[in-house]
């Protein structure tokens, strides 16, 4: 395989003004008809007209034809990639048809098969498994398509845009044409076809403009639909408000679908979406996953402009798209419910997921330079990174004037297919800055690190912060220029008040680094503490040496509610470090007493809210806990996690339960801030109540899960059952676990997570037990929601026994990615991922995570397989 190179991108020879399509769905085949309206490309130079070079995967050519007339074989050339034309005129239309086979379709790319259903996921390069076309984001034209299918499988025919004409043929199939009159790239056209009913709703435009509404799901799920129809709305008022952007066609649909490699996609007035991303009542779905469909149905919805209206040049731009979108579906989410806690979840998860990457094999900027198969790039650091890149001009330029750069940007490139550089162009030039040190985020991969010291000059009265920046050499980049790095700090005096910064009094302010060291100065009558990186104002590491009294003061005193809680994972984690060290020396544990008041503080603070509290108390995770050694020992992390969690049980028996105990009361379920707090908490103190060797703990979770009517509590008292230390969970797990999986048997999304509570658990979910529930009855060994909840719930998120000495958790996973890359090479490059990390384990395991590597190696990969096991073994 070959990689693509940004610096070679160059423009089409032609541009595609229209594209007319017309599939006729059938059980063996499809019959795919199109009909192009190119135009040479002006731009560019030419002596001669081109060859016109369209690309196609996996189909049958039937025919095809220039300006009305048949081409013989002779008139051109086609291959398993490419069909090659030699046309005679700037202008003409060409007409060609394939056949291409849905049902055999597990790539779940192109027009495949959920079920019953038929639909299609283009992006990034799936068009071209559907018929011949320049498949990039560059080139947009306008598109009409006709879906022909039999009228009672298939009662239901949608496509991108407005439906314009529908019609019942005499051999019992109908047609339905849709026109959507925005010029889009291939890679967000859509079409499903199937057995489906809808909700609707309607939404009216700031400018009056009433839509129409839509979500449509399999028969059986119609009852849970109405949260995302809510979350709909609410995004669709969200982007009126805070950005200025209307919808802009008639109608707005969205189609739940059970077998999706992804989250959901952002078809142009038809996004198909992952059905763990739609699909939610209280009953079957947790708080977690209400939360999580809020935020995506919002984000595909903000895609419409940023993504859609303005796309892409290249898919080395994706960023431009994916980062901006995130940024806006978390400020959507802040403004919903609690800021401070977004931005906690958020970090939290960019530390112990997005730095591992920046860190490991597969490490790239937010704009690669280059890719084998940009599916691979579809990452947390295009992604969230990404969006912390956005947030940090945020930052620098302050909400009106993103505001105002953000309205620039719209109205300069709607219509067209742009690049990161014209973002931040935008940005520029509506606020008079200049971001060309900025703009090094985009080209250099790499967690910054900040060294900060600090001195005090007691006659001055001066306090003097030393900043050094500098960021590890990552594949393909040993040596990185300086960044320019927002860093929003703040002073504490020693009864805790926020000292005044400047002349305005103001508390927080934003220092500018930009050199490779930096002293900044401020008048202070006493020595005061800082608080570094107030709402982690940039995605970077920030060393300070902290003394554990400074924490404990920060924990409770910093005015930054992010920071408090920073302060609180600074503690546990030197705390927990100190005891992963004293296990490999064999030292006796005991748990830091200051650590334990610093928790008992957090359960007696009447000032937090509950939201927060639940945040304070969960420690850091195993994987975040590994990143902070050199070579990573699960084992230890381990035992020192679960010691310190039962040291907490222990300390605070009696406030956990008396906090268990006040938020156990029965009301009907709502998925609003307080109550998913409320619920939080109370599992929160659940999980370190069943810590204890105590039978009554493992009553309270066997009671929970009796009377539990939402799947917060239900899944939340399973899991506990399953993690509780008393013997007597064991046997109670077991009863739960059988009624719960009668009760939902028919429900899969639900019994994915029965399936993950089971094996993320590390007594209770053993390799043995993954075998045995691969081969349960509501398992799917080719359905990517079951193989993420299994495979991945167990390899990912149950580290103890992934890494059991043996090495036969390794070669299981092994020969999955194996048996996997043959049906969806996209699944298999993302769950081989737990083996690319090898370099950061023992010899020992070293060698056996190198061995089962080598074993995938050797066989005959997928071009996205190919690129993350070559690059891994580099
Ligand atoms: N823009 C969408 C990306 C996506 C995708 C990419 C590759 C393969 C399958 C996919 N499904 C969806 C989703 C988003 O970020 O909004
Ligand atoms: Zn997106």
Same mark, same amino acid.
């Given at each position: 395989?070959?990689?693509?190179?940004?610096?070679?991108?160059?423009?089409?020879?032609?541009?595609?003004?229209?594209?007319?399509?017309?599939?006729?769905?059938?059980?063996?085949?499809?019959?795919?008809?199109?009909?192009?309206?190119?135009?040479?490309?002006?731009?560019?130079?030419?002596?001669?007209?081109?060859?016109?070079?369209?690309?196609?995967?996996?189909?049958?050519?039937?025919?095809?034809?220039?300006?009305?007339?048949?081409?013989?074989?002779?008139?051109?050339?086609?291959?398993?990639?490419?069909?090659?034309?030699?046309?005679?005129?700037?202008?003409?239309?060409?007409?060609?048809?394939?056949?291409?086979?849905?049902?055999?379709?597990?790539?779940?790319?192109?027009?495949?098969?959920?079920?019953?259903?038929?639909?299609?996921?283009?992006?990034?390069?799936?068009?071209?498994?559907?018929?011949?076309?320049?498949?990039?984001?560059?080139?947009?034209?306008?598109?009409?398509?006709?879906?022909?299918?039999?009228?009672?499988?298939?009662?239901?025919?949608?496509?991108?845009?407005?439906?314009?004409?529908?019609?019942?043929?005499?051999?019992?199939?109908?047609?339905?044409?849709?026109?959507?009159?925005?010029?889009?790239?291939?890679?967000?056209?859509?079409?499903?076809?199937?057995?489906?009913?809808?909700?609707?709703?309607?939404?009216?435009?700031?400018?009056?403009?009433?839509?129409?509404?839509?979500?449509?799901?399999?028969?059986?799920?119609?009852?849970?639909?109405?949260?995302?129809?809510?979350?709909?709305?609410?995004?669709?008022?969200?982007?009126?408000?805070?950005? *200025?952007? $209307?919808?802009?066609?008639? /109608?707005?649909? !969205? +189609?739940?679908?059970?077998? @999706?490699?992804? =989250?959901?996609?952002?078809?142009?007035?038809?996004?198909?979406?992952?059905?763990?991303?739609?699909?939610?009542?209280?009953?079957?779905?947790?708080?977690?996953?209400?939360?999580?469909?809020?935020?995506?149905?919002?984000?595909?919805?903000?895609?419409?402009?940023?993504?859609?209206?303005?796309?892409?040049?290249?898919?080395?731009?994706?960023?431009?798209?994916?980062?901006?979108?995130?940024?806006?579906?978390?400020?959507?989410?802040?403004?919903?419910?609690?800021?401070?806690?977004?931005?906690?979840?958020?970090?939290?998860?960019?530390?112990?997921?997005?730095?591992?990457?920046?860190?490991?094999?597969?490490?790239?900027?937010?704009?690669?330079?280059?890719?084998?198969?940009?599916?691979?790039?579809?990452?947390?650091?295009?992604?969230?990174? *990404?969006? $912390?890149?956005?947030?940090? /001009?945020?930052? !620098? +330029?302050?909400?009106?004037? @993103?505001?105002? =750069?953000?309205?620039?940007?719209?109205?300069?490139?709607?219509?067209?297919?742009?690049?990161?550089?014209?973002?931040?162009?935008?940005?520029?030039?509506?606020?008079?800055?200049?971001?060309?040190?900025?703009?090094?985020?985009?080209?250099?991969?790499?967690?910054?690190?900040?060294?900060?010291?600090?001195?005090?000059?007691?006659?001055?009265?001066?306090?003097?912060?030393?900043?050094?920046?500098?960021?590890?050499?990552?594949?393909?980049?040993?040596?990185?220029?300086?960044?320019?790095?927002?860093?929003?700090?703040?002073?504490?005096?020693?009864?805790?008040?926020?000292?005044?910064?400047?002349?305005?009094?103001?508390?927080?302010?934003?220092?500018?680094?930009?050199?490779?060291?930096?002293?900044?100065?401020?008048?202070?009558?006493?020595?005061?503490?800082?608080?570094?990186?107030?709402?982690?104002?940039?995605?970077?590491?920030?060393?300070?040496?902290?003394?554990?009294?400074?924490?404990?003061?920060?924990?409770?005193?910093?005015?930054?509610?992010?920071?408090?809680?920073?302060?609180?994972?600074?503690?546990?984690?030197?705390?927990?470090?100190?005891?992963?060290?004293?296990?490999?020396?064999?030292?006796?544990?005991?748990?830091?007493?200051?650590?334990?008041?610093?928790?008992?503080?957090?359960?007696?603070?009447?000032?937090?809210?509950?939201?927060?509290?639940?945040?304070?108390?969960?420690?850091?995770?195993?994987?975040?806990?590994?990143?902070?050694?050199?070579?990573?020992?699960?084992?230890?992390?381990?035992?020192?996690?679960?010691?310190?969690?039962?040291?907490?049980?222990?300390?605070?028996?009696?406030?956990?339960?008396?906090?268990?105990?006040?938020?156990?009361?029965?009301?009907?379920?709502?998925?609003?801030?307080?109550?998913?707090?409320?619920?939080?908490?109370?599992?929160?103190?659940?999980?370190?109540?069943?810590?204890?060797?105590?039978?009554?703990?493992?009553?309270?979770?066997?009671?929970?899960?009796?009377?539990?009517?939402?799947?917060?509590?239900?899944?939340?008292?399973?899991?506990?059952?399953?993690?509780?230390?008393?013997?007597?969970?064991?046997?109670?797990?077991?009863?739960?676990?059988?009624?719960?999986?009668?009760?939902?048997?028919?429900?899969?999304?639900?019994?994915?997570?029965?399936?993950?509570?089971?094996?993320?658990?590390?007594?209770?979910?053993?390799?043995?037990?993954?075998?045995?529930?691969?081969?349960?009855?509501?398992?799917?060994?080719?359905?990517?929601?079951?193989?993420?909840?299994?495979?991945?719930?167990?390899?990912?998120?149950?580290?103890?026994?992934?890494?059991?000495?043996?090495?036969?958790?390794?070669?299981?996973?092994?020969?999955?990615?194996?048996?996997?890359?043959?049906?969806?090479?996209?699944?298999?490059?993302?769950?081989?991922?737990?083996?690319?990390?090898?370099?950061?384990?023992?010899?020992?395991?070293?060698?056996?995570?190198?061995?089962?590597?080598?074993?995938?190696?050797?066989?005959?990969?997928?071009?996205?397989?190919?690129?993350?096991?070559?690059?891994?073994?580099?």
């Amino acid at each position: 395989p070959r990689a693509i190179y940004l610096k070679d991108y160059q423009q089409p020879d032609y541009w595609i003004e229209t594209t007319a399509l017309s599939f006729e769905l059938g059980e063996e085949s499809t019959l795919v008809t199109s009909t192009l309206n190119f135009k040479l490309n002006d731009t560019k130079t030419h002596a001669q007209l081109p060859e016109l070079t369209l690309v196609g995967e996996n189909m049958e050519l039937v025919s095809v034809a220039i300006d009305g007339a048949v081409l013989s074989g002779d008139q051109y050339k086609v291959d398993s990639e490419q069909l090659v034309l030699q046309p005679q005129s700037e202008a003409f239309e060409t007409y060609i048809v394939t056949r291409i086979k849905p049902q055999e379709n597990t790539s779940l790319e192109g027009l495949y098969k959920s079920g019953g259903m038929f639909c299609t996921q283009c992006e990034a390069e799936g068009f071209r498994k559907i018929t011949y076309y320049l498949d990039r984001p560059d080139v947009m034209s306008i598109f009409t398509t006709t879906v022909i299918g039999d009228k009672d499988k298939y009662p239901v025919l949608l496509s991108n845009g407005n439906a314009i004409e529908r019609k019942d043929l005499d051999d019992g199939r109908h047609m339905v044409t849709w026109n959507d009159p925005f010029k889009k790239p291939a890679y967000l056209f859509a079409l499903v076809g199937g057995n489906l009913e809808f909700i609707e709703d309607t939404f009216t435009t700031m400018s009056g403009r009433e839509v129409t509404l839509r979500i449509f799901v399999e028969p059986h799920n119609i009852t849970k639909c109405d949260h995302a129809m809510r979350s709909l709305k609410k995004s669709m008022k969200w982007d009126e408000e805070v950005y *200025g952007r $209307e919808y802009d066609l008639d /109608i707005f649909m !969205i +189609v739940a679908v059970d077998d @999706f490699n992804m =989250g959901a996609m952002e078809n142009k007035g038809l996004n198909i979406f992952n059905s763990t991303c739609v699909l939610a009542r209280p009953d079957n779905a947790t708080d977690a996953a209400h939360e999580r469909i809020d935020a995506i149905v919002a984000h595909e919805y903000f895609h419409n402009w940023s993504g859609n209206r303005v796309t892409c040049r290249d898919w080395f731009q994706l960023s431009l798209k994916e980062g901006f979108t995130v940024f806006r579906d978390a400020e959507y989410t802040a403004d919903m419910y609690s800021r401070t806690v977004k931005r906690i979840q958020d970090v939290n998860f960019l530390r112990s997921a997005q730095f591992v990457e920046d860190a490991g094999p597969m490490a790239h900027p937010i704009r690669p330079e280059s890719f084998i198969e940009i599916s691979n790039f579809y990452t947390l650091t295009v992604y969230e990174k *990404g969006a $912390e890149v956005v947030r940090m /001009i945020h930052s !620098i +330029v302050g909400s009106e004037g @993103f505001r105002k =750069g953000s309205d620039l940007y719209f109205d300069r490139h709607d219509g067209q297919a742009v690049t990161t550089e014209d973002f931040v162009a935008a940005m520029e030039d509506a606020n008079g800055v200049d971001l060309s040190q900025f703009k090094r985020w985009y080209s250099q991969a790499g967690t910054p690190v900040l060294d900060v010291s600090d001195s005090y000059d007691e006659d001055a009265q001066e306090y003097s912060l030393t900043i050094k920046q500098s960021c590890p050499a990552t594949p393909g980049q040993d040596t990185k220029l300086p960044f320019h790095i927002p860093v929003a700090i703040g002073l504490l005096d020693g009864e805790g008040e926020p000292m005044p910064l400047n002349g305005e009094g103001e508390t927080t302010v934003v220092l500018d680094l930009k050199e490779p060291e930096q002293t900044f100065t401020f008048k202070a009558d006493e020595r005061p503490l800082p608080s570094l990186l107030r709402g982690f104002s940039a995605p970077v590491k920030v060393n300070y040496d902290y003394s554990r009294e400074d924490l404990i003061f920060l924990m409770s005193h910093d005015e930054d509610g992010f920071n408090r809680w920073d302060s609180c994972q600074r503690l546990a984690i030197n705390v927990l470090m100190e005891l992963v060290a004293d296990i490999q020396a064999g030292r006796e544990l005991a748990v830091d007493p200051q650590l334990l008041a610093a928790y008992g503080k957090v359960l007696a603070d009447e000032s937090l809210d509950l939201a927060m509290i639940a945040e304070m108390l969960l420690l850091p995770s195993e994987t975040l806990l590994a990143e902070q050694m050199d070579v990573i020992d699960v084992d230890a992390i381990h035992q020192a996690r679960e010691f310190v969690r039962g040291a907490i049980a222990e300390a605070h028996k009696e406030r956990l339960q008396q906090i268990y105990n006040s938020l156990n009361v029965d009301k009907p379920y709502q998925a609003e801030p307080e109550d998913i707090a409320e619920r939080r908490l109370k599992n929160i103190a659940l999980s370190y109540l069943v810590e204890l060797d105590d039978a009554a703990s493992v009553e309270l979770a066997q009671a929970q899960f009796a009377a539990a009517s939402n799947m917060t509590d239900s899944i939340a008292a399973l899991s506990n059952l399953i993690g509780a230390v008393h013997e007597s969970g064991k046997a109670v797990a077991e009863q739960a676990l059988a009624e719960f999986a009668e009760k939902w048997a028919d429900d899969t999304n639900v019994m994915n997570m029965w399936f993950s509570t089971q094996v993320t658990d590390s007594r209770f979910g053993t390799l043995a037990k993954v075998r045995e529930l691969m081969e349960h009855p509501g398992f799917d060994k080719k359905n990517p929601n079951k193989m993420r909840s299994l495979v991945s719930g167990y390899c990912s998120g149950n580290l103890v026994n992934f890494h059991n000495i043996s090495g036969e958790s390794y070669e299981f996973l092994a020969d999955e990615v194996i048996r996997i890359d043959a049906l969806n090479p996209q699944l298999a490059s993302r769950l081989i991922n737990p083996l690319t990390r090898w370099k950061r384990y023992d010899e020992k395991r070293r060698e056996l995570m190198l061995a089962a590597l080598k074993r995938i190696q050797q066989q005959d990969l997928s071009k996205d397989l190919f690129e993350v096991v070559s690059k891994s073994l580099a």
